[in-house]
């Protein structure tokens, strides 16, 4: 059966203390895993695909890595506007469906 | 800002009523995607729209009628909720087909059932 789940549910870092979220998944084939940021009351803000193991992608101080069973978003020296909840979707090879976790709900201490 | 505009931002109805939720991409995507998120949970899917068809229901209760026009609007037909049906209704696109590709959400649509 198709699964994503994400660990931390809830993670409190002070600002500049870098920190990492996992997105362990199980899927028959997979066709990409993919990372949101929502922010409380809004739609979720794609941030990175992932398509195959080995692959990383950057964006400021956000860092995705895939491997064949989980991936990581690394946030180095994050600030308090990164506070938000990070979900993690994978799609399986066949069909559109989207399988999301629970999210990481991130809290940026000034 | 999401290229994905969803109307309206914020909706209140009753049991009785019958309302509809609007959704618009200007991308040239062939797939859209009907989601329902409550508090503190993730999207759950409710229906996936490939090339104007429903491909997917998520054995969603038929008070919630989807509609696609056309390639770019998608339409969630709304009548007789119940109160917990009230959520944050998303809507999302992607450029759909076989390739492994990003969806992309909307603000969503704040329904409250009252």
């Known amino acids: 059966e198709d699964q994503v789940t994400q660990s931390p549910e809830a993670l409190r870092l002070q600002e500049g203390e870098s920190s990492s979220l996992n997105c362990s998944y199980t899927?028959?084939?997979?066709?990409?895993l993919f990372w949101y940021r929502q922010d409380p009351g809004k739609g979720p803000e794609f941030l990175f695909t992932l398509y195959s193991a080995g692959e990383e992608k950057e964006k400021e101080r956000l860092k995705a890595t895939l491997t064949k069973k989980e991936s990581f978003l690394h946030i180095t020296a994050p600030k308090p506007e990164d506070s938000a909840t990070y979900l993690c979707a994978v799609q399986p090879n066949t069909g559109n469906q989207f399988y999301f976790g629970t999210g990481t709900s991130l809290t940026v201490i000034p | 800002d999401t290229e994905v505009t969803q109307t309206p931002k914020h909706l209140v109805m009753g049991m009785t009523n019958k309302k509809s939720l609007k959704c618009e991409q200007h991308m040239g995507h062939r797939a859209m995607y009907w989601y329902k998120q409550k508090a503190k949970k993730p999207p759950e899917l409710m229906f996936v729209y490939s090339y104007e068809k429903l491909s997917i229901n998520e054995s969603v209760p038929s008070r919630f009628s989807p509609e696609c026009p056309n390639s770019s609007l998608l339409n969630l037909h709304l009548h007789a909720l119940q109160p917990e049906d009230s959520a944050l209704y998303l809507c999302?696109?992607?450029?759909?087909?076989?390739?492994?590709?990003?969806?992309?959400f909307g603000e969503g649509s704040w329904l409250t059932v009252v």
């Open positions: 899927v028959s084939g997979l066709r990409g």
């Open positions: 999302a696109s992607s450029v759909g087909g076989t390739a492994g590709n990003t969806i992309y």
